[in-house]
């Protein structure tokens, strides 16, 4: 980053999140009284948070969805994947039909395949009348040439939402990550078990929620003192993810602390470290982002910061209320197979260790199971 963001940057992050649920915003006044800060301030800070479409500047106060029923009929998860993908095979998959399903029991989930190659509308025609989509669509996955199917569901009044990051100008809901909490999520927690060489694998820099990782991640390190460097990697796969670990523990002083985005990258990443003799978390520890924690566990990554539970209740929200924008779902760090943190299973806990918690310690409370 260029500098420590000014006062109303640090507003808008903490603003970015009480948006996630669509819940509401206080008044200009209330803000500046609560966060201690001028009316200016606040100013400037909505309109950063418009200026990244998480707002409109006339319409301010939300108006929460919960509760809210849907359309009869069942709800359709539309998902497009690079391979073939089954429920019990692609970890995301299956953790997200499985978190739809639950948030709302009145309304079947259906699961609709496609690959980048296919047309979405008609693979959602194949398998579905107009008059069984009423109750809308999720759309989730890579690729996605969705302006058609945007357009359609448009004029026959289906609701539609996506998982992941869209246009403002596109006009249709979205759902994703506080990305920049979910650097400084990682960095406060490898910092709390004493990591201080910090990097961060993720990318292209060309996509918005990887920059928004990067920020969040670079700031947290240097208010913490600590090195970090934010590496691009220019896909989302098992090479590129390799190649960059590789780089990384190239030279005498690998970074002993690695955050990564992306199930298939972090494949890559992990292989690379075992090729290069960096056993985790005890050379380095890796914290992986946006992936269900079954996937993260298969990879033996350290934590797992994500809350897919969360992004589903926020879909079917935006289902039966639609609203033009992003909806940000902040994320909770949750231990991996090897984080040494206390575990939390309903009431019962574990006995914490000896030394103090980080605020980066994580809790499993089995959100991603």
């Not at 990097?199 to 700031?219: K, N, T, V, Y």
Request: with cysteine.
């Amino acid at each position: 980053m260029d500098g420590a963001p000014t006062r109303a940057e640090q507003l808008a992050a903490r603003l970015r999140q009480d948006l996630a649920g669509g819940r509401r915003l206080p008044s200009e006044r209330d803000l500046a009284g609560h966060h201690q800060v001028s009316r200016a301030t606040v100013r400037t800070a909505l309109q950063i948070l418009a200026d990244q479409g998480l707002i409109a500047r006339a319409q301010r106060r939300r108006a929460s969805a919960t509760g809210a029923d849907h359309a009869p009929g069942p709800v359709h998860l539309l998902y497009v994947s690079p391979h073939t993908s089954e429920a019990e095979a692609d970890p995301f998959l299956g953790a997200l039909a499985l978190r739809l399903a639950e948030a709302d029991p009145r309304h079947p989930l259906r699961v609709v395949l496609a690959t980048p190659g296919d047309d979405p509308l008609e693979r959602l025609e194949s398998q579905a009348s107009w008059s069984d989509l009423r109750a809308g669509v999720v759309l989730a996955g890579v690729a996605v040439p969705r302006r058609r199917l945007r357009e359609r569901l448009a004029e026959a009044g289906i609701p539609l939402v996506l998982l992941g990051e869209a246009s403002p100008a596109e006009g249709i809901p979205w759902v994703q990550a506080d990305q920049a909490g979910c650097g400084r999520l990682a960095v406060q927690h490898l910092a709390g078990h004493g990591r201080r060489r910090l990097a961060l694998i993720d990318g292209p820099w060309s996509h918005p929620p990887a920059r928004q990782m990067r920020e969040g991640f670079l700031a947290a390190a240097e208010e913490l003192g600590l090195a970090a460097v934010a590496h691009e990697a220019h896909c989302w796969d098992i090479d590129s993810g390799h190649r960059a670990a590789l780089a990384l523990t190239a030279g005498g002083h690998p970074p002993d602390g690695l955050v990564l985005s992306g199930d298939l990258a972090t494949s890559g990443v992990m292989a690379a470290l075992r090729e290069r003799g960096l056993a985790v978390p005890n050379a380095v520890a890796v914290v992986a982002v946006g992936l269900p924690l079954r996937a993260a566990q298969l990879l033996d990554a350290t934590a797992y910061i994500g809350d897919i539970a969360g992004h589903a209740r926020a879909a079917l929200g935006l289902l039966a209320h639609p609203r033009a924008g992003a909806t940000l779902v902040p994320s909770r760090l949750l231990p991996g197979t090897t984080c040494g943190c206390p575990r939390v299973r309903g009431r019962a806990e574990t006995q914490p260790r000896a030394e103090p918690r980080s605020s980066g310690g994580c809790k499993d409370d089995g959100t991603e199971r």
